[in-house]
């Protein structure tokens, strides 16, 4: 148990709407990362939160975007669901400290159809 | 040449075995590498999580970490059925930077 939960666990949208996928961080981590897993292959770098501004993002187009809050819960937001955002998609808290490691969600598997 | 590769597996051994799982990267500025494991259907958990080069044992696990030949090692000595999982291995620059993970390599252990 990591102590991060995410919500919901499953998903099925239809291509074209919105989404938005929740994540409740480690008690006191101030940092929050998403990264979304196709089948098959590793995950890969969204966006990174710390202290509620995005302080680096990957190379995901600006449809996905996310917040994070005060209580150290973040969202992450797809607008425009294409079939390829289909995908596991994980957040993981940590504190922005030397030697401290990330602790990933279960995920949610989203489905684009 | 993506960033980080990985055995491609899928790797099948008999119980008891020794496994080795390997990766290798391009970028010489990492410094923090980590070895994840994935049950299907969950989150990554951190089995072992190293700084620059050398080697950490956990139990039946050892991290080796080359910075000289780019290349990292996992071992699980007395492999077990619940060892059968997806290995991710992941590094990153800084301790604040963004995690890069491998593509993974799924492990079966048979009883």
């Known amino acids: 148990e990591t102590g991060v939960t995410q919500s919901p666990t499953h998903l099925i949208k239809t291509r074209g709407q919105q989404v938005t996928l929740r994540c409740s961080s480690q008690s006191g981590h101030n940092t929050v990362s998403w990264y979304q897993q196709a089948l098959g292959q590793g995950p890969q770098f969204i966006f990174q939160y710390y202290r509620e501004e995005e302080n680096g993002r990957g190379n995901f187009p600006p449809r996905f975007s996310g917040l994070q809050f005060p209580n150290y819960s973040s969202e992450l937001n797809v607008n425009a669901l294409e079939l390829d955002d289909s995908a596991l998609y994980l957040c993981?808290?940590?504190?922005?400290?030397?030697?401290?490691?990330?602790?990933f969600g279960q995920g949610t598997r989203l489905t684009v159809v | 040449q993506k960033e980080v590769e990985q055995d491609p597996g899928p790797l099948s051994v008999p119980e008891g075995a020794i496994v080795s799982l390997n990766c290798t990267y391009s970028?010489?500025?990492?410094?923090?590498f980590m070895w994840y494991r994935q049950y299907s259907r969950k989150g990554p958990e951190l089995l072992m999580y190293?700084?620059?080069?050398g080697n950490k044992e956990d139990g039946r696990f050892t991290a080796q970490v080359d910075k000289s030949s780019k290349y990292i090692s996992l071992f699980i000595r007395d492999s077990q059925p619940s060892d059968s999982a997806t290995y991710l291995c992941?590094?990153?620059?800084?301790?604040?930077?963004?995690?890069?993970f491998g593509p993974g390599t799924s492990l079966s252990v048979i009883p």
């Open positions: 970028n010489s500025a990492f410094q923090y």
């Open positions: 992941a590094m990153k620059m800084t301790s604040y930077d963004k995690v890069i």
């Open positions: 993981a808290s940590s504190l922005a400290s030397p030697g401290t490691e990330a602790f």
């Open positions: 190293t700084y620059s080069s």
